[in-house]
């Protein structure tokens, strides 16, 4: 199945992506059923108890195990999946640093305005004092 506007590496890297966490999942799921049924203990077996038991510990740690790596798997998967997006996701960075840009525009905007409303504020002030200055009685 072709997408157009999706390049082939990166189709055969999403079916990758896919292929894995559907193995590892599966894993998952597959070991922990094994585990639940050695559990109920229904295997009729020629084996003694205790090596019956010493067996089925065996198993079970062993995909307790199997149960461990298929995590960390995933967590591989998912570490790979969001470098990928970091650094291939170039639509999602330019409307980023676009949507900064205004902001910081804005602000630029918002400070400019209340830097004249200040100086014209302070020019006020002062022109209001030195006419008081010019017109006092105290003055030497």
Partial sequence: MSHG???QSKEQLLKS?????????????????????LAKGESDTQLSKMTQS??????????AANIVCAGESLLKLVSDIKQYLILNDFP??????TQNSK???TKQAECD?????LRDDMA????D??????????KH
Avoid: G
């Fill in 113 to 117: 305005q209340k830097l004249m409303s």
């Fill in 54 to 63: 010493e067996q089925d510990t065996y198993e079970m740690h062993v995909r």
């Fill in 92 to 97: 999602s960075v330019n409307e980023a640093i």
């Fill in 124 to 127: 006020a002030d002062l022109y």
């Fill in 5 to 7: 506007k999706i390049p």
């Fill in 103 to 105: 902001l910081f525009r």
């Fill in 17 to 37: 992506y896919t292929a894995s966490l559907k193995q590892d999942v599966r894993a998952m799921l597959e070991n922990f059923e094994e585990i639940v049924k």
């Fill in 129 to 138: 004092l030195e006419e008081e200055y010019y017109t006092s009685i105290y």
